[in-house]
T-cell receptor, first 115, second 109 residues
Framework: GAGVSQSPSNKVTEKGKDVELRCDPI?????LYWYRQRLGQGLEFLIY????????KSGLPSDRFSAERTGESVSTLTIQRTQQEDSAVYLC?????????????FGQGTRLTVV | QKEVEQNSGPLSVPEGAIASLNCTYS??????FFWYRQYSGKSPELIMS????GDKEDGRFTAQLNKASQYVSLLIRDSQPSDSATYLC?????????FGKGTMLLVSP
C-alpha cells in the first residue's frame, strides 16, 4: 500500500476484554515496530519484527501483550484482559531492512480507550 | 537501558527566529539518528536523518551530530507558526528505534 495502515482507528473497550489491533505495513518493508504513546507522553517501544527473525519482544509491558506477524505482511497486537492503564495510542511503523540506516514510516495509530 | 534525553519544553520562539532543539543519547554504539515531528493528535513524521558527524542541511532544517559527545541537535531557521509541534529525537541501534519524550516547540506570530 501507499502507507502504513492501522485499524481500527479508534477502539473503546470494557476493562477485562481482549482487543486486537492490526497493522498493514508498506509493501516490501521487512521491519515492523509497535509503539505505545500515552497521552502527553513519548513513544514507548513494544516489539520489533524483522523478516523471519525472532521478534524483539523486550518492550512488551506484561504477558497480557502479544504480537504476531506472518512473514513480511500484516501484524496484529493483542492485549488480553485490558486494564485502564492500557489506554493509549498504539502506533505501528515499518521500514526497509532495519532502521539502522533507513527511515521508519508511521501509521496513523489506533486510539484505545479502556472504560 | 538505552536512553534518549530531550528537554520537554515548551521552547518558545518568535516567528522568523532560529529554534534549537537538543538531544543526548546513552548508547555509544548508536549508528543512526532521526528527528521526527509530531503535531497534536497525529502520528510522527520523519523530517531529518543523520548518520555521520557534522551537519546536514535540508531547507530550513539542519541536523547536527557529535558522536564523541553523544549529542544530536536540530536547528530550524526562519521558524514559522506551522512549525509548532513536538519534535522527537530517535536513535537507532541494532534493532530498535529509541525515542526521546520530545520537545514541544511553540512559534508565536
Amino acid at each position: 500500500g501507499a502507507g502504513v495502515s492501522q485499524s481500527p482507528s479508534n477502539k473503546v473497550t470494557e476493562k477485562g476484554k481482549d482487543v486486537e489491533l492490526r497493522c498493514d505495513p508498506i509493501s516490501g518493508h521487512t521491519a515492523l515496530y509497535w509503539y505505545r504513546q500515552r497521552l502527553g507522553q513519548g513513544l514507548e517501544f513494544l516489539i520489533y519484527f524483522q523478516g523471519n527473525s525472532a521478534p524483539d519482544k523486550s518492550g512488551l509491558p506484561s504477558d497480557r501483550f502479544s504480537a504476531e506477524r506472518t512473514g513480511e505482511s500484516v501484524s496484529t497486537l493483542t492485549i488480553q484482559r485490558t486494564q485502564q492503564e492500557d489506554s493509549a495510542v498504539y502506533l505501528c511503523a515499518s521500514s526497509l531492512a532495519s532502521a539502522i540506516l533507513l527511515r521508519a514510516f508511521f501509521g496513523q495509530g489506533t486510539r484505545l480507550t479502556v472504560v | 537501558q538505552k536512553e534518549v534525553e530531550q528537554n520537554s519544553g515548551p521552547l518558545s520562539v518568535p516567528e522568523g527566529a532560529i529554534a534549537s532543539l537538543n538531544c543526548t543519547y546513552s548508547d555509544r554504539g548508536s549508528q543512526s539518528f532521526f528527528w521526527y515531528r509530531q503535531y497534536s493528535g497525529k502520528s510522527p513524521e520523519l523530517i531529518m536523518s543523520i548518520y555521520s558527524n557534522g551537519d546536514k542541511e535540508d531547507g530550513r532544517f539542519t541536523a547536527q551530530l557529535n558522536k564523541a559527545s553523544q549529542y544530536v541537535s536540530l536547528l530550524i531557521r526562519d521558524s514559522q507558526p506551522s512549525d509548532s509541534a513536538t519534535y522527537l529525537c530517535a536513535v537507532s541501534g541494532y534493532s530498535t528505534l529509541t525515542f526521546g519524550k520530545g520537545t514541544m516547540l511553540l512559534v508565536s506570530p
